[in-house]
């Protein structure tokens, strides 16, 4: 995997504390996150840090250090910035469908959506689930309508 730029690194004061209480060092960890080791990530955000590495698109990573506490890694979309921070201090609210799309707005011309990688696989499930002879019969009669 091609590393990508981190920018600025900014770290919180509580970052920092619990970091050293765990006697850990902050530039493992971004070494890790610039690397694509993402850490302690679920399988979506992993697959949307694959594709993110080399998009206009944030980059997120999560270590549990040795006392227990989560580190999170946030890289901004523009490379510009790399944020760490407590997972805790990270703000996380719900929106609605039309808020979320709203906000994944800017990236609807790029190559390749964000949001149809996520979906993609869920709507090809579900066409692979129709049988082709439904498909095909529909196209049939109403070829066969005069």
Do not use: C
């Not at 902050?26 to 697959?47: I, K, N, P």
């Amino acid at each position: 995997m091609k590393q990508f730029p981190l920018g600025t690194i900014d770290i919180t004061p509580a970052a920092l504390e619990r970091l050293e209480a765990a006697k850990s060092h902050v530039d493992s960890l971004l070494a890790r996150h610039q690397a694509g080791d993402w850490g302690d990530v679920d399988a979506f955000t992993q697959r949307m840090n694959e594709r993110s590495s080399t998009h206009a698109e944030p980059v997120s990573s999560v270590y549990e250090l040795p006392n227990s506490s989560q580190i999170r890694i946030i890289t901004s979309p523009d490379r510009s910035l790399t944020r760490v921070l407590l997972a805790e201090e990270v703000e996380q609210r719900e929106v609605s469908a039309v808020e979320g799309y709203d906000a994944m707005a800017p990236t609807y011309d790029l190559g390749t959506n964000p949001l149809i990688v996520v979906e993609e696989p869920h709507v090809e499930a579900i066409l692979r689930s129709i049988p082709i002879t439904n498909a095909l019969d529909v196209g049939r009669v109403q070829a066969d309508m005069p």
